[in-house]
């Protein structure tokens, strides 16, 4: 809510003609098999992605960077907040635990998002309104230090142990195995750096990836899912 994402303030993110976390649909359909999806994936998406556009208001008299950034706010705010929501209510709910998320009651989400970009970038950092409101409670060091994603691993024993899991799950006979292209994920586990954008967000990578379709697979077993004609 605050602009603290690169494809923000990344002008050759902001202005790309797509959902910015999320932008290839061939880098997603390269890892299944050529007939799990039905129709057009990609037209499918890009529909979604227009008729958000569609329902964003506009002002008159803003500039083309100030109209797209408030296409931007809407298409954070209806599809990549809706997906980090969902995460945590079901990491947290599984786990027992009750979580609250205060930048995210409804009273901040509202005035926030009509801030202009101007104010959510103030001094030329992002969330710097967000910095700058606090910067007489936190310590100047903590207040405006650089922004750090949440951290990925990049443990080499945890790439191959991840790889190690889904390719024996594959041998086993995963659920998933009529869904998805193995030799493309070998291949991607043997040249890692092919992959030359995100799988999804900033930090998702190939690790990444295997690790996701791992948690598909197991909560496929756990509740006993098939996958029929």
């Known amino acids: 809510m605050f602009g603290g994402y690169p494809w923000y303030y990344r002008e050759e993110i902001l202005f790309e003609d797509t ?3 999320s932008r290839s649909v061939d880098l997603r359909k390269s890892i299944l ?3 799990v999806l039905k129709g057009d994936s990609a037209e499918y998406v ?3 992605y227009l008729r958000t556009l569609q329902d964003t208001e506009k002002l008159s008299g ?6 797209r950034m408030r296409e931007m706010f809407r298409l954070n705010t209806d599809w990549f907040m809706q997906t980090l929501l969902t995460r945590k209510d079901r990491m947290s709910m599984y786990s027992g635990v009750e979580m609250r ?3 995210c009651d409804h009273r901040l989400v509202e005035y926030a998002y009509n801030l202009p970009w101007e104010l959510k970038s ?3 950092r992002e969330k710097g ?3 700058e409101a606090f910067s007489d409670i936190l310590p100047q060091r903590i207040a405006w230090r650089k922004k750090s994603p949440y951290p990925r691993t990049f443990s080499p024993a945890y790439f191959d142990r991840v790889m190690a899991l889904l390719l024996q799950a594959m041998e086993e ?4 195995k009529d869904m998805l292209d193995f030799d493309r994920l070998r291949d991607l586990a043997e040249h890692p750096d092919d992959l030359k954008e995100p799988w999804y967000g900033q930090l998702m990578r190939v690790p990444q990836i295997f690790a996701y379709l791992l948690q598909i697979h197991w909560w496929m077993k756990e509740n006993h899912v098939r996958i029929v004609p």
Do not use: M
Request: aromatic share 10%; charged share 30%.
């Open 129 to 131: 309104v967000l910095r």
């Open 173 to 176: 006979g995963s659920p998933l």
């Open 19 to 21: 959902f910015p976390w």
């Open 62 to 67: 803003e500039s083309k960077k100030e109209a």
């Open 33 to 35: 098999q050529p007939d």
């Open 46 to 48: 890009r529909a979604e």
């Open 122 to 124: 103030l001094h030329g």
């Open 101 to 103: 998320v205060p930048f």
